[in-house]
T-cell receptor, first 111, second 112 residues
Framework: GQQVMQIPQYQHVQEGEDFTTYCNSS?????IQWYKQRPGGHPVFLIQLVKSGEVKKQKRLTFQFGEAKKNSSLHITATQTTDVGTYFCAPPSGGSYIPTFGRGTSLIVHP | NAGVTQTPKFQVLKTGQSMTLQCAQDMNHNSMYWYRQDPGMGLRLIYY???????DKGEVPNGYNVSRLNKREFSLRLESAAPSQTSVYFCASSEAYKDTQYFGPGTRLTVL
């Protein structure tokens, strides 16, 4: 069955440093969604990637979907304290096609 | 638009008690979901309703029941609460089951 791994589980950075989280799948994905959850909050949709090799930017955030559609990444340039939270990739599950959430990557930004 | 609303926000139960978590959305979405979130475990799907009149089990359905009351409302019931059900519960909705999910603020449940 489909196995999806998101790494790292935690990342500490100094404010101003860059940050990247990776989502790797054992099978080809039809699409992948990314969500952010602030501490004490609820997940909020960031973006959906569909095409092979797709790159999308939202200000300091860059999202990529691999050429083989088996991996994806989120890169944040020059982190700020407002970037603190957990970032989830959510590829569709094999059977139901519902986006499934793993453990996410928790980003801690030190001022 | 209120989006997705959940009640209550906080709840403390004793083992064996029952309760129903309420969820409502005003976005005319077809699909609704219930997740639980435990520290270090991410979000795990309990039950979902792809459309009004249908419900299906997710990854961790044991100990829970759901009701899709109408297109707007999707409730989660704990018949006999156990300490292992201490968690944060999120309801979400989407236009269709493959689409972007919109989450409610969550219910923080403690079972003693």
């Amino acid at each position: 069955g489909q196995q999806v791994m998101q790494i790292p589980q935690y990342q500490h950075v100094q404010e101003g440093e860059d940050f990247t989280t990776y989502c790797n799948s054992s099978t080809t994905l039809s699409n992948i969604q990314w969500y952010k959850q602030r501490p004490g909050g609820h997940p909020v949709f960031l973006i959906q990637l569909v095409k092979s090799g797709e790159v999308k930017k939202q200000k300091r955030l860059t999202f990529q979907f691999g050429e083989a559609k088996k991996n994806s990444s989120l890169h944040i340039t020059a982190t700020q304290t407002t970037d603190v939270g957990t970032y989830f990739c959510a590829p569709p599950s094999g059977g139901s096609y519902i986006p499934t959430f793993g453990r996410g990557t928790s980003l801690i930004v030190h001022p | 638009n209120a989006g997705v609303t959940q009640t209550p926000k906080f709840q403390v139960l004793k083992t064996g008690q029952s309760m129903t978590l309420q969820c409502a959305q005003d976005m005319n979405h077809n699909s609704m979901y219930w997740y639980r979130q435990d520290p270090g475990m991410g979000l795990r799907l309990i039950y979902y309703s792809a459309s009004e009149g249908t419900t299906d089990k997710g990854e961790v359905p044991n100990g829970y029941n759901v009701s899709r009351l109408n297109k707007r409302e999707f409730s989660l019931r704990l018949e006999s609460a156990a300490p292992s059900q201490t968690s944060v519960y999120f309801c979400a909705s989407s236009e269709a089951y493959k689409d972007t999910q919109y989450f409610g603020p969550g219910t923080r449940l403690t079972v003693l």
